[in-house]
């Protein structure tokens, strides 16, 4: 892909500048957190519990702020703007409705996880303690699938917006990006990536907002919620888009967008379901608060691409035969596959600042998703490849090199796909229609496996791949009947993927269900699951016994058998006690977490839009300004779940770091670390 001198407004150097020294920058910070983390609290990052799941207690505001930076790529910006370019305002609805959904079920997810497996790693762990090596292999393969197109999907987008930018080498850019956020990975591990994700989403907002009162109220180009509206209807009668309500920009009556949607929904169950990146997150909150993690990060990330494209995207359009436009006459085809609208309506309304801010926000997306895909990465490689199949007694020092050298094999390996799809003419908005086709098979199996207990191993194998046979299948045969042919350009449209990705996603569970239906399996009950990770279980329960005899057992007993007695219920009571509470505790919040997410499903999915696409309803200038308010106060709601809650919830920590640091600083040894604190 060669550089679009239309947005080119910036220096090669300030795309160097950006890519390299920004990196640079976080992983600096995330020596000085790491070093803060050893010294002043009880988490250390030398460990392998640590490094891959941050010791299973990161509170639900930092959970919330990591799921919304881990699912914004640079592709939820750029594609956001682009389908809203392509379909108007309904297709930001689309897009962001489409992949909200998935994460709400991950609340269901989470929980599971939580009462099944609580001392996991990976969610294919489970599927190994349930199915064995096989099924085990397969479902490792569809993971690493996953994760490397999404990894490679991030480099992609981002590599192009800065080479549009600056005229930056796009392989240079696939291959430098990367660096920085390998170096914080290592250094710092999950908690360091989701306090950089912290970091990466509070300067998302803020550019998100400024971009938002910057372009709705000083614009000149724009002229305010009203010339923005008569723009758009202007553009929907010079440009009318096919299968809109009258061609209009500003209706939720849009035929194509509505199949962008469903085609959302089922390619991104896959991206959620089968990407370690969320399971991570589950993994790593407190048992307690996982249920209100997601479900507040769900709520917040919704907030991103809908109000991002009800910026950019619809000043794109609404600026496409302005002279100011850097494309004259509008985007070509090549253009807006590449995801550019949002790259020119930024530069046509602000120029090289806008470019500049355009350039640290996706630079911003684009890292903090990698890191995700880079921990996640190397979680199942390490635990699910390594440890299980080459090295089941592995030292914990072992496992934590282990994943390091993982995190950096990784780095490398993403960086050689985005440029091989450069290099074979791959563009991100075809490789975001299909890959869903690819893999989805797969996600009706692994919810069975977290939530059905007769299921399979034969059921699960068999939904997989039949689901991607079938999806395949589909996709093929939809683009050679529609277009008599079957091209790079063919398979790219709507229907054929439309077709792929439900016949996967659908198949693969109405297989794996009828497999079990057939025969399920009536004896498996759990035990195998709760079983994984011994030695982080006997840990926790040697951890449990010593705080047990140092909080009641200070008193000795009155005789040797009252002494044996005492010991006996300690050691055989502590987690008994403490298994039957979580037990009961966590199917409260399983019902809390199921009747939430298919009610917020519900509004998102079907009590908003559908009643507008079935009235055909176009927007008044009334009902548009109430829309976009809606927009920008969903995403202060969303600023204050990501950016104030986390330090809040993390002030008594902060306070016994600073105080730390105050008795180093006059030279007095520091009382102890910060028991129990967590950042």
Known sequence: ???????????????????????????????????????????????????????????????????????????????????????????????????????????????????????????????????????????????????????????????????????????????LIPIGVCIYVILGGLRATFLCDYSHTLILMILILYFFFYTYTQADLIGGFEGMYQKLYQAGLERPVSGNQDGSYLTLKSNYGLVFMIIQITGGFGTVILDQGYWQRAIASEAKTAVRAYLMGGIAWFAVPLTFSSVMGLAAVALANSPSFPYIGGLTTAEIDAGLAAPAGVVTLLGSGGAAAMLILLFMAVTSAASSEMIATSSILTFDLYQIHFNPAASPEVLIRVSHLMVAMWAIVMSCVASLWNGIGISLNWLFLFSGTLFTGAV???????????????????????????????????????????????????????????????????ISAIITLIKPDNAFDWSETKRINPRERERRYATATVSKLSDGENEPPSSEKDKDNSDTTVLSMTFVDEDTENTESLRQSLKVAVWASFSATFVVIFLIPIPMFLSHYIFSLTFFKVWIICCVIWLFVAAVITSVLPLWESRAAMIKIFKGLIKDTLGRQPSGSAQGSTV
């Open 1 to 175: 892909m060669s550089s679009s001198s239309g947005s080119q407004v910036l220096t090669q150097g300030t795309g160097y500048g950006v890519v390299l020294g920004i990196g640079f920058v976080f992983a600096l910070i995330m020596m000085g957190l790491s070093t803060l983390q050893n010294r002043y609290t009880a988490y250390k990052i030398n460990t392998s519990e640590e490094f891959n799941t941050a010791s299973r207690a990161v509170k639900p505001g930092l959970i919330a702020s990591g799921i919304v930076s881990a699912w914004t790529w640079a592709a939820t910006l750029l594609q956001s703007s682009t389908v809203t370019y392509e379909y108007g305002l309904s297709g930001g609805y689309y897009y962001a409705a489409g992949a909200t959904i998935q994460i709400f079920m991950m609340s269901v997810l989470a929980i599971r996880v939580k009462m099944i497996a609580p001392y996991c790693h990976t969610y294919l762990e489970i599927v190994h303690a349930r199915y064995g090596n096989t099924a085990h292999f397969i479902f490792a393969t569809y993971g690493l699938i996953v994760n490397l197109i999404v990894s490679s999907m991030l480099l992609l987008g981002g590599s192009a917006v800065v080479n549009a930018f600056t005229g930056m080498n796009i392989y240079a850019a696939n291959f």
């Open 444 to 510: 009706g199996p692994i919810i069975f496996t977290v939530v059905w207990r007769k299921q399979t191993k034969t059921a699960a194998i068999g939904g997989a791949i039949g689901g991607m046979f079938i999806g395949i299948i589909c996709w093929l045969v939809v683009a050679k009947q529609y277009y008599g042919e079957i091209t790079i350009q063919s398979t790219g449209s709507m229907y054929p993927n439309l077709a792929g990705n439900m016949g996967a996603c659908c198949s693969g569970a109405i």
